[in-house]
C-alpha cells in the first residue's frame, strides 16, 4: 500500500503538489489523471523518495521509501525510459541494478522473458526503440519482484501492441495482489485498465474513487434518451418540469441533467408508452474532462482554437 498524506511540494511560488492526502490499495490498479503539470510526476518522485516533501509525507509499505534498506525489492518505477549508459545492453543494465539491490541474477532472465525483451537485451540500449526502452525499464521495475509498483506514462509513444501489453501486465501484477499506481493521458486506456482513480488538478486533490463511482457520479447530471409516440406531450411534460429537451436526428428525446427513473416517472404521469428509456453512457474522457475543466494550466484560447493556431 502506498499512503499519501498531507503531502506539498512547492518551487517558490509555485505549489507543484499541494496537501494531496490518498492511498493506493493493494489487488488493483490504481489510475492517476491530472492535466499537464498537474503534478503527478512530482508526487510519483517523492513517493520514491527522489524529491523531498516541503510538508507531509509517502510512506510504500508503512515506511518512508528513502528509510528502505532494499528499496527496490519492496517498490519499482518507471518514470522515464531514457537509458543512462546507452553503451551497456540491456542484460548488463539489469545486472547492476540487481547487483546493487541484492537481487539474484536469475531473477535478470527471468524479468527479460517476463517483458518480452528477447534476443534484444544483448544489444546496447542505444539502438532501442522507444517501445524496447519501455519494457527494458518496466523489466528494472519487476527486478526486485516488489509489492509496489508505480508507471508513470507507461504508454507513452507505444504501437497498439505495446499498449495492449502494458494493459494485460498491469492488470495481472493487481491480480497477483500487487499495489500499481499508473499515470496516463489516454482515457480509453484507462478506462480499460484502471479499478479505481486518483485525479488531481493544480496539485490538488479533485477525485479518490472506484472508477465507476466516477462514471455513475457524472450520469446522475446525465442525458436521458427517451422514444416514445407521443414526443410532442412528452417533451411538453418534460418542459414543464424544468427539464431541457432536445430533439434527437432519430426522433428519440434528449433529456438533459435527469436521471432514467424520473424520465419513467413523467410518462408513467402523462400515461404515455415509451418504447426505450436510457441513460447516455459518459466515457471518462468527458468525465475527465468535467471534472479538471478548471486546473487544466495550458489551455487554447477560443480564438486560437477556431483559427487552428493553439498549441497542441
Ligand atoms: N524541478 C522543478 N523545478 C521547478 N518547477 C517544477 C520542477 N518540477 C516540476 N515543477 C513544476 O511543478 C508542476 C507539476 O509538475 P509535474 O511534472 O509533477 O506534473 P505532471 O502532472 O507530471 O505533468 P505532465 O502530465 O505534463 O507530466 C509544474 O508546474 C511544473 O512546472
Avoid: C
Avoid at 532501442?128 to 509496489?148: F, H, K, N, V, W
Avoid at 426522433?251 to 408513467?268: F, I, K, M, P, R
Amino acid at each position: 500500500m502506498i499512503q499519501v498524506r498531507g503531502l506539498t511540494k512547492k518551487y517558490g511560488a509555485v505549489s507543484a503538489v499541494d496537501d494531496l492526502t490518498f492511498d493506493v490499495q493493494p489487488g488493483k490498479v490504481t489510475g492517476f489523471l491530472g492535466p499537464n503539470g498537474a503534478g503527478k510526476s512530482t508526487t510519483m518522485r517523492m513517493v520514491l523518495g527522489l524529491d523531498r516533501p516541503t510538508s507531509g509525507k509517502a510512506l510504500v509499505s508503512g515506511r518512508p521509501f528513502a528509510g528502505l534498506a532494499e528499496p527496490l525489492r519492496v517498490a519499482g518505477a518507471l518514470l522515464d525510459a531514457g537509458a543512462t549508459h546507452p553503451g551497456r545492453s540491456g542484460r548488463n543494465h539489469l545486472r547492476v541494478a540487481a547487483r546493487s539491490n541484492g537481487i539474484p541474477l536469475s531473477r535478470v532472465d527471468a524479468v527479460i522473458d517476463q517483458v518480452g525483451l528477447g534476443s534484444a537485451a544483448g544489444r546496447r540500449m542505444k539502438g532501442y526503440s522507444l517501445g524496447m526502452r519501455q519494457r527494458l525499464g518496466i523489466a528494472t521495475a519487476l527486478l526486485g519482484d516488489p509489492e509496489i509498483l508505480l508507471f508513470d506514462e507507461p504508454m507513452n509513444g507505444l504501437d497498439l501492441d505495446g499498449v495492449r501489453w502494458i494493459r494485460g501486465l498491469v492488470r495481472d501484477l493487481a491480480a497477483d495482489g500487487r499495489t500499481v499506481l499508473l499515470s496516463s493521458h489516454l482515457m480509453s486506456e484507462m478506462e480499460q485498465t484502471a479499478d479505481h482513480l486518483v485525479i488531481i488538478g493544480r496539485g490538488r486533490l479533485i477525485a479518490d474513487a472506484p472508477i465507476a463511482e466516477v462514471l455513475r457520479g457524472a450520469r446522475a447530471g446525465g442525458t436521458v434518451r427517451v422514444r416514445t409516440p407521443a414526443t410532442d406531450d412528452l417533451a411538453g411534460a418534460l418542459l414543464r418540469r424544468g427539464l431541457r429537451v432536445h430533439p434527437a436526428a432519430d426522433g428519440e428525446l434528449l433529456v438533459e441533467g435527469t436521471t432514467a427513473e424520473t424520465v419513467g416517472d413523467v410518462a408513467l404521469e402523462l400515461g404515455v408508452a415509451v418504447h426505450r428509456l436510457a441513460e447516455e453512457q459518459h466515457s471518462l474522457e468527458e468525465v475527465y474532462l468535467d471534472l479538471t475543466g478548471d486546473s487544466v494550466q495550458y489551455k487554447v484560447s477560443p480564438a486560437a482554437e477556431l483559427t487552428g493556431q493553439g498549441a497542441r
